[in-house]
């Protein structure tokens, strides 16, 4: 069974930063790509981030755009999301998901971690 577990959110101020982990664990699985998406109590799930797990091309929504990055430690099976000047609108619960080989959206899902910006 493979498991997504995300770490890394909190409380912070509008302008801080704050690094994401999501580190896979349990049996192999290859993967495409993995991202980051976020959602918010009554709005639909976002997608913010995503990269190719072979490395490469990373891709970014236009609200994190320039502020956001993604990368991974493919060693650690692990991918990041540094999050620089961050807003109060980036308040949300982060999740992790994986795209697996042979499927056509991401079909691995962590549990999410927050993040709340104040003002």
């Known amino acids: 069974q493979v498991q997504l577990v995300e770490s890394g959110g909190g409380l912070v101020q509008a302008g801080d930063s704050l690094r994401l982990s999501c580190a896979a664990s349990g049996r192999a699985f290859p993967r495409i790509a993995m991202a980051w998406f976020r959602q918010t109590a009554g709005k639909e799930r976002e997608f913010v981030a995503s990269?190719?797990?072979?490395?490469?091309?990373?891709y970014y929504s236009d609200s994190v755009k320039d502020r956001f990055t993604i990368s991974r430690d493919k060693a650690q099976n692990t991918v990041y999301l540094r999050m620089n000047d961050l807003k109060p609108e980036d308040t949300a619960v982060y999740l992790c998901?994986?795209?697996?080989?042979?499927?056509?959206?991401?079909?691995?899902w962590g549990q999410g971690t927050q993040v709340t910006v104040t003002s």
């Open positions: 990269m190719r797990w072979s490395g490469g091309n990373t």
């Open positions: 998901a994986a795209k697996g080989v042979g499927s056509s959206s991401y079909n691995y």
